[in-house]
């Protein structure tokens, strides 16, 4: 069952700017993860945080957890044109098995 | 992270025809999955490949219509049945060491067309 939401469905910014996207879920999980898919192919591991993080940090990219509301949000800073895909939220409810959000798609206009 | 292959990358099909997607890993793996995304949609796990023994479906999926093989650590199929309209997806299969707290690598999809 799809229990990930994402906020928003489309964003669109100036090359340079940050970009913000946010994951909200239902129900308890081992951790949630971040992935980047480029024009309907396979999608590229971007993040991974615990139930017990609160903040994570990998380059340019910066994902925080809330689990108490059960809310992360995915933060690129300095966007760049080839940022542009969509980003998904999936939590890991257990045995590795993913629950996707509906993704985020994100345009860097140049 | 373990490099995965599947083919074919795209086809397109005649309704009431199989087609049969093959994911291959470059190195053993504890976990293999398999996705579907339909059109402008989001990823749906459709079933827990198991070395050896039956796939596990997830809710909304059977057997008879996406029947799987995982004949080792290393390789695993996927078949679409008796296609519809409906069918067109991507198919995506991804693969995971097991344990806690360990990211999914994905390969980069079939995309399925059925006329």
């Known amino acids: 069952s799809q229990q990930g939401e994402e906020d928003p469905q489309a964003l669109s910014i100036q090359e340079g700017e940050n970009a913000t996207m946010n994951c909200s879920y239902k129900?308890?999980?081992?951790?949630l993860q971040w992935y980047r898919q480029n024009s309907g192919r396979g999608l590229v591991h971007l993040i991974l945080i615990r139930s017990n993080e609160r903040e994570k940090h990998s380059g340019r990219l910066r994902v925080t957890l809330d689990t108490s509301k059960k809310s992360s949000s995915l933060l690129i800073t300095a966007s760049r044109a080839a940022d542009t895909a969509s980003y998904f939220c999936?939590?890991?409810?257990?045995?590795?098995?993913?629950?996707f959000g509906q993704g985020t798609r994100l345009t860097i206009n140049p | 992270s373990a490099v995965i292959s599947q083919k074919p990358s795209r086809d397109i099909c005649q309704r009431g025809t199989s087609l049969t997607i093959q994911c291959q890993v470059d190195s053993q793996v504890t976990m293999m999955f398999w996705y579907r995304q339909q059109p402008g949609q989001s990823l749906t796990l459709i079933a827990t490949?198991?070395?050896?023994?039956?796939?596990?479906?997830e809710s909304g999926f059977v057997i008879d219509k996406f029947p799987i093989s995982r004949p080792n650590l290393t390789f695993s199929t996927l078949t679409v049945s008796n296609m519809s309209p409906e069918d067109s997806s991507i198919y995506l299969c991804?693969?995971?060491?097991?344990?806690?707290?360990?990211?999914?690598?994905f390969g980069d999809g079939t995309r399925l067309s059925i006329l």
């Open positions: 991804s693969v995971g060491q097991g344990g806690y707290n360990q990211p999914q690598h």
């Open positions: 490949a198991n070395q050896g023994s039956e796939a596990t479906y």
């Open positions: 129900t308890s999980i081992n951790n």
């Open positions: 999936a939590t890991d409810e257990g045995a590795q098995k993913l629950v």
